[in-house]
């Protein structure tokens, strides 16, 4: 498995770990790896493993292999880092599509994986996250995609980012440029507070989007940063020439 490792500092001093791999089941394989290293660690040195989850086709690939995995399952904490505002079991949701690539089968225990309740209305939802995240500090990782606009989570070009350090953790969206329109994300500035986080870009769709980022942009994705760097594992494909 060949892969080209670029760093960056940003505009901010935020550094970017970038790294590329011909194909894109190398990503996924590295990605697995990624969450199998960072799981260790944090129940190693926190006794708990606090993850993050993101939607998209590449991240249920990796969930696909995760329940492969030797680690103490139940020190696992899973939330998500955005949701749409659709019935429970709506295929489209985040949560579904986690649930079935991989966590009905996993040992995870159940009151200990936590979806956003968007089947119960925007409001509701976001107070409900509000409370579930409260007692929670840095999140160990944070899993991410890109847009081919540059968004991250459901943190559109144009919109409240929630960026700022006094932003609320959970942000209300009603007018997103995808459908649907009404979503719930965790703001930019919760996010960023994790040990880790990692994006996963796959696609030649996802070029556009990269190349801006590495010039300095200020596409949505460049809004998350945390003290260790952001990493991101691409394809060629998604590789700016």
């Keep these: 498995m060949r892969c080209v490792a670029v760093v960056k500092i940003l505009k901010g001093g935020f550094m970017v770990r970038w790294q590329w ?3 894109e089941a190398e990503v996924r394989q590295a990605a697995t790896q990624f969450i199998a290293d960072a799981a260790a660690n944090a129940i190693k040195t926190r006794h708990a493993f606090h993850i993050v989850l ?7 690939a990796v969930y696909q292999t995760l329940n492969a995995l030797t680690t103490v399952w139940s020190a696992w904490h899973v939330y998500f880092g955005d949701e749409r505002v659709l019935p429970a079991d709506h295929p489209d949701r985040n949560s579904v599509m986690a ?3 991989w966590l009905a089968q996993s040992p995870i225990p159940r009151n200990q994986i936590h979806p956003i309740p968007t089947e119960r209305g925007l409001e509701f939802a976001r107070a409900s996250y509000l409370q579930t995240l409260a007692p929670i500090g840095a999140f160990d990782l944070v899993l991410l995609g890109l847009g081919e606009d540059g968004h991250t989570a459901s943190l559109f070009p144009g919109h409240n980012l929630g960026a700022a ?4 953790d959970v942000l209300m969206v009603t007018d ?3 459908p649907p329109p009404e979503r719930i994300s965790l703001s930019a500035n919760r996010l960023s507070k994790a040990h880790q986080i990692l994006f996963l870009v796959t696609g030649a769709g996802k070029r556009e989007p990269v190349q801006r980022w590495m010039s300095g942009t200020e596409i949505p994705a460049a809004a998350i940063d945390c003290g260790n760097g952001v990493d991101v594992l691409l394809d060629r494909a998604a590789w700016p020439d």
């Excluded at 993101?54 to 249920?60: L, M, Q």
């Excluded at 350090?165 to 609320?168: L, P, S, Y």
């Design 99 to 101: 649930q079935t690539a």
């Design 165 to 168: 350090e006094n932003a609320a």
């Design 21 to 23: 791999y011909e194909q």
């Design 54 to 60: 993101a939607g998209g086709s590449t991240p249920r």
């Design 176 to 178: 997103a440029p995808k």
